[in-house]
């Protein structure tokens, strides 16, 4: 983990006619990690990728892939999302069987293992397994869908799960998915977020470069 700001596009709000093309123009304009968002229609009413996505993403880029898993069960998927290239693997405790036994097989594929909490999830889910997490996602609209507005109330658990980071002493990247802009980077940065998602204001305009340097700006408070 380092202090450094991190800037993850999310690929759901890409032209997916051109993935490749895209994820090019990303890592082109300044991204750190690209952001791959699966959605199972089960735990979020939507669907969206699967391995063959992320195995293509992995082919496009030598930046680290970011596996955002919105699906029940991630157990029975773990193996083939690590084996199309993902670095990193987020799974909901909602969703998990067990969310210990999910954490230490992302680790034992080689993985970096992370865990994300839905806006009504509370902080205190994670006290449990600081030692074996390498990321938390706070994930600051409902799961699924690109485009939604960021909710403010999620601003004080950036801080508690920053504080609860700080105080564990591990090394744990803390990132803030769900309709970030350069409006309020400043502010989740302020109370603890380091890995910036963007979907919608960075795919949704023409010039990425621009899109990720301002969003980049933001969070730095320039
Ligand atoms: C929401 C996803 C997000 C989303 C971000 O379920 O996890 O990654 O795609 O998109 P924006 O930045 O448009 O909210
Ligand atoms: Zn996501």
């Given at each position: 983990m380092s202090n450094a700001i991190v800037i993850a596009p999310s690929i759901l709000s890409a032209d997916l006619g051109h993935l490749a093309r895209e994820i090019a123009d990303v890592e082109a304009g300044g991204a750190d990690w690209v952001h791959v968002d699966v959605v199972d229609g089960r735990f979020a009413p939507h669907l969206t990728f699967g391995p063959a996505t992320v195995k293509a993403a992995r082919r496009a880029t030598r930046l680290p892939i970011d596996v955002h898993l919105m699906v029940n069960e991630p157990e029975r998927y773990l193996e083939a999302f690590a084996k199309a290239g993902a670095d990193t693997i987020t799974v909901h405790e909602e969703a998990c069987v067990d969310l210990a036994v999910a954490l230490a097989q992302i680790r034992s594929l080689g993985k970096r293992a992370g865990v994300a909490l839905k806006p009504e999830t509370s902080v205190d889910t994670?006290?449990?397994?600081?030692?074996?997490?390498?990321?938390?996602?706070?994930?600051?609209?409902?799961?699924?869908?690109?485009?939604?507005?960021?909710?403010?109330?999620?601003?004080?658990?950036?801080?508690?799960?920053?504080?609860?980071?700080?105080?564990?002493?591990?090394?744990?990247?803390?990132?803030?998915?769900?309709?970030?802009?350069?409006?309020?980077?400043?502010?989740?940065?302020?109370?603890?977020?380091?890995?910036f998602v963007s979907g919608s204001k960075i795919f949704d305009t023409p010039d990425r470069a621009e899109a990720i340097q301002k969003l980049r700006r933001a969070a730095a408070g320039d």
């Amino acid at each position: 983990m380092s202090n450094a700001i991190v800037i993850a596009p999310s690929i759901l709000s890409a032209d997916l006619g051109h993935l490749a093309r895209e994820i090019a123009d990303v890592e082109a304009g300044g991204a750190d990690w690209v952001h791959v968002d699966v959605v199972d229609g089960r735990f979020a009413p939507h669907l969206t990728f699967g391995p063959a996505t992320v195995k293509a993403a992995r082919r496009a880029t030598r930046l680290p892939i970011d596996v955002h898993l919105m699906v029940n069960e991630p157990e029975r998927y773990l193996e083939a999302f690590a084996k199309a290239g993902a670095d990193t693997i987020t799974v909901h405790e909602e969703a998990c069987v067990d969310l210990a036994v999910a954490l230490a097989q992302i680790r034992s594929l080689g993985k970096r293992a992370g865990v994300a909490l839905k806006p009504e999830t509370s902080v205190d889910t994670l006290a449990p397994y600081l030692g074996a997490l390498d990321l938390v996602l706070v994930l600051c609209v409902s799961p699924g869908a690109s485009g939604q507005a960021f909710q403010e109330s999620q601003l004080p658990k950036i801080a508690a799960v920053r504080k609860m980071i700080d105080q564990s002493g591990q090394p744990i990247d803390l990132e803030v998915d769900g309709g970030v802009s350069s409006d309020n980077a400043g502010r989740i940065a302020r109370a603890g977020g380091r890995v910036f998602v963007s979907g919608s204001k960075i795919f949704d305009t023409p010039d990425r470069a621009e899109a990720i340097q301002k969003l980049r700006r933001a969070a730095a408070g320039d």
